[in-house]
Structures are given as structure tokens and as C-alpha cells.
């Protein structure tokens, strides 16, 4: 079993940046090194889309189109850490953001083990 609580999210204006932080906890110590992970956002009366995923090893990172080049995902398998820096944030990128974590082999689909309760991220134009 594992836990995930994300944190960092807030209210900002439009070209401003937030680093979005996953923690995670699991009864193996090890457990988290070994799973993929990914950030979903969800906006009320919409379907939950991906973001961003990273490989359990760190080597190899996935965006979606719409935020490629503005947010950077990264992990800390030391300390249990996942990560999304949001960069030119926009509006439109206003949602609550998830993470998630699994064995899952395609990293940009949702069919992940774990997920958080998520953060909200609000953009004022």
C-alpha cells in the first residue's frame, strides 16, 4: 500500500510559477523507487487528464501537449518525492492536480495503483 498527500498548489496570477510536491509513504521502504508515477489534473464537470509522468528510474519523462515545455516533473526516489514545476502558468491550467503512482507500462494512462487527494492550482487572469 501506498500513501500520497500533494502539496504546494495555491492561487496565482497568470504567468506565475508553483512547484507541486508528492509525497509518499508505503509499508516497504523501497516500494516507491520501483513504481511510476504521474500527475493528473481535473477540473469540476470535466474528465481527469494527464499531465506528466516519469519512469520509476527517473530516465525517462512524458508531457502532455498542452503543458510540454512550461511544467518540468522530476523525483527524489531518496526521499519518497515527486515533483511538478509549473511554469507561464495559465488560466486554463486551473484545476486540482493528482498524483499517482503504479507499475503501470503506459506511463500516459490513468491505470495507476495509487492516487493523492490532490491540490488545487487556481490561475487569475
Known amino acids: 500500500q501506498v500513501q500520497l498527500v500533494e502539496s504546494g498548489g495555491g492561487l496565482v496570477q497568470a504567468g506565475a510559477s508553483l512547484r507541486l510536491s508528492c509525497a509518499a509513504s508505503a509499508a516497504s521502504g523501497r516500494t516507491f523507487s520501483l513504481l511510476n508515477m504521474g500527475w493528473f489534473r481535473q477540473v469540476p464537470g470535466k474528465e481527469r487528464e494527464y499531465v506528466a509522468a516519469i519512469a520509476w528510474s527517473g530516465d525517462s519523462t512524458y508531457y502532455a501537449d498542452s503543458v510540454k515545455g512550461r511544467f518540468t516533473i522530476s523525483r527524489d526516489n531518496a526521499k519518497n518525492m515527486l515533483y511538478l514545476r509549473l511554469d507561464s502558468l495559465k488560466p486554463e491550467d486551473t484545476a486540482v492536480y493528482s498524483c499517482?503512482?503504479?507499475?503501470?507500462?503506459?506511463?500516459?494512462?490513468?491505470?495507476?495503483?495509487?492516487w493523492g487527494q490532490g491540490t488545487q492550482v487556481t490561475v487569475s487572469s
Open positions: 499517482a503512482a503504479g507499475r503501470t507500462p503506459v506511463l500516459t494512462s490513468q491505470r495507476y495503483d495509487y
